[in-house]
């Protein structure tokens, strides 16, 4: 039975929300800390429950994922993370269940920098070491909505960017808010800037590995396809060839 009382944080993800019961101590000021940005109380929470032992139960009708000594179960009650001695735990669970339940409301998380320039969410996209955090450092103060994780849903009629706690090297904390995403760009080092259009097929070659995804379901699989094929149809997508200063800014905005 999860309690009905306690110590609990209420946050907000991409409009996903929350209600988070963490035992009082250091781990519950952490994370009062790390979220404050996304504090909300949104009806219909999902509960998450933290557990201290690191016990992993499964069932018909549940997700279950380990990660080091941390582990977590969702079912059609909310979720139990199960080992979470710190903050970073905490946070990494917190992403994979992001993933499971964006899926069917037509979200998606992704390795990519979100930048907001007039109204417009840019996304650029790549693994470890592609550029992300210098394209956030290079482009104008305040506009970063996100520097390592983005999430992007259908809502509103279009596909948006919405701002997430977690950040990369630059360290962009993020900021609660949403933008329609104007296009996406596949980083690329190179020693002069351009812009190359990506073909449907190259453009879902780039996006499959950069989605944050923990789940072999067959169904699972075939929703995720259908979702990045209706965002490729939508969304102009191509390759930045960029020196890594802020020049390439003159090619896109």
């Known amino acids: 039975m999860r309690p009905q009382s306690g110590q609990r944080l209420n946050i907000s993800i991409g409009r996903i929300p929350f209600s988070i019961h963490i035992p009082p101590g250091d781990l519950q000021r952490h994370a009062e800390r790390r979220y404050r940005e996304f504090a909300s109380c949104l009806p219909d929470s999902i509960p998450i ?19 080091d000594d941390a582990s977590l179960v969702l079912d059609s009650s909310g979720a139990d993370f199960h080992g979470v001695r710190h903050e970073y735990a905490l946070d990494s669970l917190l992403r994979i269940l992001l993933t499971v339940v964006l899926l069917p409301r037509r979200g998606f998380l992704l390795h990519a920098a979100s930048i907001v320039r007039d109204g417009r969410a840019y996304i650029f996209m790549g693994r470890s070491g592609a550029g992300k955090s210098t394209v956030a450092s290079l482009s104008p103060a305040g506009s ?34 949403h933008y329609p995403v104007t296009g996406i760009y596949v980083l690329s080092q190179a020693t002069h800037d351009r812009i190359e259009p990506l073909s449907s097929k190259e453009i879902l070659r780039a996006l499959l590995p950069c989605v944050l995804f923990f789940t072999s379901q067959k169904r699972a699989h075939e929703l995720l396809l259908v ?21 390439f800014w003159r090619l896109i905005a």
Not at 49 to 67: E, H, I, M, V
Not at 146 to 158: A, H, M
Request: charge should be positive; glycine fraction near 8%.
């Open 49 to 67: 429950l933290l557990r201290a032992n690191s016990r992993k139960r499964t069932g018909p009708g549940q997700f279950s994922y380990a990660l």
């Open 144 to 177: 970063v909505l996100t520097d390592e994780i983005s999430l992007l849903r259908f809502s509103e009629g279009s596909w948006q960017a919405y701002g997430t706690p977690f950040w990369g090297e630059f360290r962009a904390a993020g900021t609660n808010s």
């Open 227 to 247: 979702m990045l094929l209706n965002l490729i149809e939508q969304v102009p997508c191509y390759r930045l060839h960029f020196r890594r200063c802020a020049d």
